[in-house]
């Protein structure tokens, strides 16, 4: 199929998320359509993103005539025919009920030739319930799963569903590409909710931080205080893997051997032929040279930045 190159975007839904959505597009050039029901909503909506772009200058992400170019491309439309007319790419960003998405969605696959792709920017619902009543080209719905604040955190996780076409997903992970997102590219659906890998393992941290507070003795405001001043904070730099390759993946070995378990497949294989992390070059990344260094000294100024802070407010 011929697919038009995508200079159009819309957005269903001018909420905190579509707002934000709406706005990475339009500040790298894209015509964005921003709809929703009353123009209460969308006056909101323009407001916010005008504040959201002047934050941007102050900080000197992007420039003073980059922000009103930006603001410029965005146009407010009650009409859901109107804002979908000649995009390219269609997200929805509404309240997370299934009935609601389902009716939009198939309102837009009535609208929209066959080459648009159509994203739900869901959370916790999987694209191909959301795309129950689409019976005309449900192979484009995905899921474009952005992280809130969406103008400002890097990860798109795009997801495809049961029916979802595979060059829909590739498009579509370009297209975001384009815009400066880390995209993680999730060819199907987990089998069981939440539909994406992301809030796979954001959702474990949050049924185990209900269970402690469950169980006594430990709070909401305690847990804030564990991620915060704790392992979230090393964890915006190092996350799972390079935090295994800083310690040493030998640490992981011989606990393991300590206490009589087998060593997990992909840590037993890398230390049984040496690549131990950082110290050895390599573990489940490649860190010659001067890299290890370069990246400690990155990480290190970044915790003495946050200390400074969190002292200049009297958070310790």
């Known amino acids: 199929m011929n697919r038009p190159e995508i200079k ?13 959505i709406a706005l990475e597009f339009a500040r790298f050039g894209y015509a964005v359509a921003l709809y929703d029901l009353t123009e209460e909503v969308l006056q909101k909506s323009v407001r916010s993103a005008g504040e959201e772009l002047a934050l941007m200058v102050e900080a000197e992400l992007i420039s003073t005539d980059v922000a009103g170019e930006a603001l410029g491309r965005m146009k407010m439309t009650t009409d859901i025919q109107e804002a979908v007319s000649e995009a390219g790419h269609v997200v929805e960003a509404v309240p997370e009920k299934l009935s609601l998405k389902q009716q939009i969605f198939e309102r837009l696959d009535e609208l929209c030739p066959a080459h648009v792709s159509l994203a739900t920017n869901t959370s916790g619902l999987r694209a191909n319930d959301c795309a129950a009543r689409a019976g005309r080209h449900p192979e484009r719905i995905l899921i474009t799963h952005y992280w809130q604040p ?33 995209v993680v590219v999730q060819e199907r659906e987990l089998p069981t909710a ?11 941290i949050g049924e185990q931080a209900r269970k402690l507070i469950n169980e006594g003795g430990c709070t909401p405001q305690l847990v804030d205080d564990l991620i915060r001043f704790g392992f979230g904070r090393r964890m915006t730099y190092t996350a799972q ?18 206490r009589g378990q087998e060593p997990w497949g992909p840590i037993k294989e890398r230390v049984e ?42 958070d310790i």
Do not use: C
């Open 194 to 204: 939440p539909a994406g890998w992301g809030n796979a393992l954001q959702w474990v």
């Open 273 to 314: 032929r040496g690549d131990l992390g950082m110290k050895s070059g390599r573990g489940f990344y490649d860190w010659s040279g001067d890299k290890a260094n370069h990246f400690l000294r990155d990480f290190n100024l970044e915790l003495i930045r946050l200390l400074k802070r969190d002292m200049e407010r009297g």
């Open 241 to 258: 893997y390079i935090r295994a390759d800083l310690i040493g993946l030998d640490f992981a070995y011989d606990l393991d051997k300590a």
């Open 8 to 20: 159009k975007v819309a957005v269903i839904g001018a909420g905190v998320m579509g707002t934000g």
């Open 150 to 182: 969406a103008h400002l955190i890097p990860l798109v996780e795009v997801i495809g569903g049961k029916r979802t076409d595979p060059a829909v997903i590739q498009r579509v992970a370009r297209l975001l590409r384009s815009v400066r997102k880390r």
